[in-house]
């Protein structure tokens, strides 16, 4: 049964992230929010930040403006945005080790560097086995990123 639960996540989670491709491929991007200076501060500084911790670049237009506008529109609040960034190609594509996995983790959720109790705690657990998607969920559940989020004017989910 365990077997079975972890191959439907992994499933889950390629499916999702298919859908986004699919979107970003066909569905043309109606609004050039970029330009036009519509994005919130909070959004424009959000989207920014995942672009910056999981590429080490800043966004080009395009992917800024369908980030943003998912936020906008509701179709994304704050730990989906990063479950896209964080569990995608170009992040995995860098090969961080567990250290820096939970480095990037404080950074994007937390907007601090990592304390030596909870850091130590979170690469322990996956050291024992534990997978990065519930470590994920160990930090998108947080108070912190709630009041993160909240601060940026965006839903943390």
């Not at 501060?41 to 506008?69: H, K, L, M, Q, S």
């Not at 569990?87 to 090969?95: C, I, N």
Request: glycine share 10%; with cysteine.
């Amino acid at each position: 049964m365990e077997i079975f639960k972890k191959k439907y996540k992994r499933v889950l989670t390629v499916l999702l992230m298919a859908a986004v491709l699919l979107t970003t491929m066909f569905v043309p991007q109606g609004r050039a929010y970029a330009a036009s200076g519509q994005v919130p501060e909070g959004i424009r500084n959000f989207v920014n930040r995942c672009y910056d911790v999981t590429f080490g670049r800043r966004p080009d237009e395009g992917g800024f403006n369908y980030w943003a506008g998912q936020i906008m529109d509701g179709q994304l609040d704050g730990s989906m945005t990063v479950h896209y960034f964080i569990f995608s190609d170009e992040y995995k594509a860098r090969g961080t080790n567990n250290t820096q996995f939970v480095q990037d983790l404080y950074t994007m959720f937390m907007g601090r560097e990592p304390d030596t109790d909870g850091f130590n705690y979170w690469k322990s657990e996956l050291s024992k086995g534990s997978s990065r998607e519930k470590v994920f969920a160990g930090f998108a559940n947080s108070d912190e990123f709630y009041n993160l989020c909240k601060g940026y004017g965006i839903t943390a989910g």
